[in-house]
């Protein structure tokens, strides 16, 4: 499985992006898939997850009611639209994919769940 994580950029505070992560490999629509990001000096983090139905989703509580995760099953694709970005958000964002066929709260968070991760993409925030 490959994934092709793309749309970051430089956008300023109270600004929208896109990020779109396409997948090949695999049978798109049996795996759940997540985002996480690293900031400058910090740790890699959970974003969002979204299962391989789309009918669950996942967030971090710094980001929820701001950023939307969604899959698009028959482009193989799953998106996070990012709104009302901050100065924080500045990151690169990382696509990554759950072979695992569970979904939970407490694994969807878990960076060890996932068996394949993209490039990332860098989102920068000014402000």
């Known amino acids: 499985v490959q994934l092709q994580a793309s749309g970051g950029g430089l956008v300023q505070a109270g600004g929208s992006l896109r990020l779109s992560c396409a997948a090949s490999?695999?049978?798109?629509?049996?795996?759940?898939m997540g985002w996480f990001r690293q900031g400058p000096g910090k740790e890699r983090e959970f974003v969002s997850a979204?299962?391989?139905?789309?009918?669950?989703?996942y967030y971090a509580d710094s980001v929820k009611g701001r950023f939307t995760i969604s899959r698009d099953n028959a482009k193989n694709t799953v998106y996070l639209q990012m709104n009302s970005l901050k100065p924080e958000d500045t990151a690169v964002y990382y696509c990554?994919?759950?072979?695992?066929?569970?979904?939970?709260?407490?694994?969807?968070?878990?960076?060890?769940?996932?068996?394949?991760w993209g490039q990332g993409t860098l989102v920068t925030v000014s402000s």
């Open positions: 990554a994919a759950d072979f695992s066929g569970t979904f939970t709260y407490t694994g969807a968070r878990a960076q060890r769940e996932y068996d394949y």
């Open positions: 490999g695999g049978t798109f629509s049996s795996y759940s």
């Open positions: 979204i299962n391989w139905g789309g009918t669950l989703r």
